[in-house]
């Protein structure tokens, strides 16, 4: 679909105007999926596509860096983290570009997520680092809160999992601060999980249940993922 769209510059010329009206309503929805996260694949590929073509066509360049952000987000969960990294690197490059600081912080975050996907833990850290530096500097907690899982996730998938723990320990102090409550559940997932690989299984328990407790509340359907670690066979 996106390849017709592209070969067709005069169909995108005519209905141009109506489309940079739609911006702000994708937009949202592009917010939507990086919250929620558990939206139709499908849907999610055709937004941010739609959500690229558009910026790309009016002109809007914060946008189309944006774009990228959701573009690598929609590749890395489809399992095309390679494809993902190209978006996230995008996505900073032209950041970098506008001089857009929360921007690049987001897109550093982005990228040192997808790097753990594909086993380069080095990167992974090194750019996380950054990422937490520049959320620092711009007193965003939320984005430090994102910075120090990305980095708990890299350190846990080397085997420093106490490392990991202090990092995720540290973005669970973010998001409570500020009641972000999914990231919350999902970051007690990550501990549980490091908890898990380091033989402590009570305490894996003790964080997957916090967890689960708080995704019920929230009527998420990740609920179920959790409930899947809980009845593992772990615990036999």
Not at 109 to 125: C, F, Y
Not at 162 to 170: D, F, P
Not at 195 to 218: F, K, N, P, R, V
Request: charged content about 20%.
């Amino acid at each position: 679909m996106v390849g017709v769209w592209a070969g067709q510059p005069l169909r995108l010329g005519r209905i141009a105007h109506g489309a940079c009206r739609f911006v702000a309503v994708v937009e949202e929805a592009i917010l939507i999926v990086e919250d929620l996260m558990y939206l139709d694949a499908a849907v999610d590929q055709v937004s941010a596509r739609l959500f690229n073509v558009v910026n790309e066509q009016s002109g809007d360049s914060v946008g189309a860096a944006r774009s990228h952000d959701a573009l690598s987000m929609v590749s890395d969960q489809e399992g095309n983290h390679e494809e993902a990294l190209v978006h996230a690197q995008e996505s900073l490059r032209r950041h970098r570009q506008l001089g857009h600081r929360a921007g690049q912080a987001r897109a550093l975050n982005n990228t040192s997520w997808i790097h753990v996907q594909l086993g380069d833990h080095e990167s992974a850290l090194a750019v996380a680092a950054q990422g937490l530096a520049l959320y620092r500097e711009l007193n965003d907690d939320n984005g430090q809160a994102d910075c120090w899982d990305s980095l708990g996730y890299a350190y846990s998938h080397i085997g420093e999992f106490t490392r990991a723990k202090t990092c995720y320990e540290r973005a669970l102090a973010h998001y409570r601060r500020h009641g972000d409550r999914f990231y919350e559940a999902d970051t007690l997932a990550h501990l549980g999980d490091s908890h898990h690989a380091a033989g402590e299984l009570e305490a894996a328990q003790a964080a997957w249940q916090e967890a689960l407790s708080i995704l019920d509340s929230l009527q998420h359907p990740f609920a179920e993922r959790i409930r899947m670690k809980l009845a593992g066979p772990a615990w036999l």
